[in-house]
T-cell receptor
Framework: DSGVTQTPKHLITATGQRVTLRCSPR?????VYWYQQSLDQGLQFLIQ???????AKGNILERFSAQQFPDLHSELNLSSLELGDSALYFC???????????????FGPGTRLTVL | SQELEQSPQSLIVQEGKNLTINCTSS?????LYWYKQKYGEGLIFLMM?????EEKSHEKITAKLDEKKQQSSLHITASQPSHAGIYLC?????????????FGKGTKLSVIP
């Protein structure tokens, strides 16, 4: 158990819908990262938040957005869903206590999204 | 952008045999992470390497980062069925406070009892 929790574990929805994925980082971790894993693209970085502020963006679509709340939990919002959005979505957290010092990223169990 | 190539893509070994998985980067590695993933499940952190020439071990798994910091290897000694899974290497992208990881496609390891 990494200490990172994600809900829900599974999500099945229809095209055009909107869903929200939730992540709670490990206690004390200020950074939250979102990744998408699909069979064809592999594991890809979407977005990072540090202590409530967006820090970096990767291959995140405009239909997707995220935020990190004062209690440090994060939500990833996916809207106007398409079949191709079906994937495993992972959240990871790390301490990031010092600049340019790389800390381990611990991953949650993931949310499996199926768009029908 | 940084790209990571893992080899081999898949590996089938007999229980008890040693094996090596390689991860080669198109750019200098500032931090190299190894994870293990069971199919459809979360990633389990194995090791992180930062310094050229660094080597770390955990139980029967050893990871090294070469001196030039563009390649890492993961070596498993006396493999067991519990080692089966997908091994992913991830590279830290050094930026202004950003530490997102770029991942390789993974190496699928099967261990035959």
């Amino acid at each position: 158990d990494s200490g990172v929790t994600q809900t829900p574990k599974h999500l099945i929805t229809a095209t055009g819908q909107r869903v929200t994925l939730r992540c709670s980082p490990r206690s004390g971790d200020l950074s939250v990262y979102w990744y998408q894993q699909s069979l064809d693209q592999g594991l890809q970085f979407l977005i990072q938040y540090y202590n409530g502020e967006e820090r970096a963006k990767g291959n995140i679509l405009e239909r997707f957005s995220a935020q990190q709340f004062p209690d440090l939990h994060s939500e990833l919002n996916l809207s106007s869903l398409e079949l191709g959005d079906s994937a495993l979505y992972f959240c990871a957290s790390s301490r990031q206590s010092r600049p340019f010092i790389h800390n381990e990223q611990f991953f949650g169990p993931g949310t499996r999204l199926t768009v029908l | 952008s940084q790209e990571l190539e893992q080899s081999p893509q898949s590996l089938i070994v007999q229980e008890g045999k040693n094996l090596t998985i390689n991860c080669t980067s198109s750019k200098t590695l500032y931090g190299l992470y190894w994870y293990k993933q069971k199919y459809g499940e979360g990633l389990i952190f194995l090791m992180m390497l930062q310094k050229g020439g660094e080597e770390k071990s955990h139980e029967k798994i050893t990871a090294k980062l070469d001196e030039k910091k563009q390649q890492s290897s993961l070596h498993i000694t006396a493999s067991q069925p519990s080692h089966a899974g997908i091994y992913l290497c991830g590279a830290a992208t050094s930026g202004a406070g950003s530490y997102q990881l770029t991942f390789g496609k993974g190496t699928k390891l099967s261990v035959i009892p």
